[in-house]
């Protein structure tokens, strides 16, 4: 079991009950781990022995900024192209496994908590090299570009990356931001976010980013608009603007999340 929660797909028994904890309302979703089955996996054009959940795309009158997808790539499966959209930007988040990401021609291996920003028209492609399966977290957004800045592609990883802790609560709640949020060149963010046993967000959040959380580690009470929802690792929280948020860690481990928000940007009213 590596450190990152990865789904393995299957399918339950027809004795399993169908109760879940999944959650559709007006102002969130909760997509629980126990529902990442084969049945409600889609192919992906460009590559190869690859399966995908989609987990977050845009809705009209919900969130509609992003998509989320969790990819799973068999052995020697991949793509030597695997964005086809010249104007969207994506973050590759590896989870379990190694793979091989080829960006403009410059080949990098990446392994648990490998990290890529890939800058929009940059071409980019991905290939299994290992003996088993890789899974990683891909977040796409259109790319919505402001005069005099241009994001760039980079590789990093969580290892590489010291978490910087929110002010006032004694490392009980740290943020690994792997872009500044002062650099107008990005109009988005996936950060990792890592509460300690005990730590909190002591108020609602109330805010225009949307939200798309995927639980890598851990367990925890989280406020969705009016609801306390319990969730764990491998389970996906994905929020509209102005939903209100909050958490409470109760441990007994770290509880970490990967966390899309959009940024940096006016808003378009024509």
């Not at 410059?106 to 940059?122: I, Q, T, V």
């Not at 929802?229 to 209100?244: N, S």
Request: charged content about 20%; aromatic content about 12%.
């Amino acid at each position: 079991m590596g450190k990152y929660y990865s789904p393995a797909g299957g399918l339950p028994p027809q004795t399993h009950l169908t109760t879940e904890r999944a959650i559709v309302t007006e102002a969130y979703t909760v997509i629980p781990k126990g529902v990442m089955t084969d049945i409600v996996t889609s192919n992906l054009p460009g590559f190869t022995n690859t399966r995908a959940w989609i987990i977050a795309r845009p809705i009209s009158g919900f969130a509609t900024t992003f998509s989320q997808l969790i990819v799973e790539i068999g052995a020697g499966g991949g793509a030597p192209r695997a964005e086809f959209e010249p104007g969207v930007e994506g973050v590759i988040f590896v989870t379990k496994g190694k793979v091989n990401l080829t960006l403009e021609g410059e080949l990098h291996a990446l392994e648990e908590g490998g990290y890529a920003y890939l800058a929009a028209g940059s071409s980019w492609g991905l290939e299994n090299v290992s003996d088993g399966p890789v899974t990683f977290q891909w977040i796409r957004k259109a790319y919505e570009r402001l005069e005099g800045y241009e994001a760039k592609s980079f590789v990093t990883s969580d290892s590489e990356v010291e978490p910087t802790a929110m002010p006032d609560t004694n490392g009980a709640w740290k943020t690994t931001r792997f872009t500044d949020s002062s650099d107008l060149a990005h109009d988005m963010q996936v950060n990792i976010v890592t509460f300690q046993p005990g730590g909190v967000i002591p108020f609602p959040e109330t805010h225009v980013m949307e939200h798309g959380l995927y639980v890598l580690e851990g367990k925890a009470m989280y406020l969705l608009n009016n609801d306390w929802v319990e969730v764990e690792a491998g389970d996906f929280m994905w929020l509209r603007a102005f939903c209100p948020q909050a958490c409470y860690a109760g441990g007994p481990g770290e509880f970490r999340y990967l966390l899309y928000k959009d940024m940096n940007r006016q808003i378009k009213l024509t």
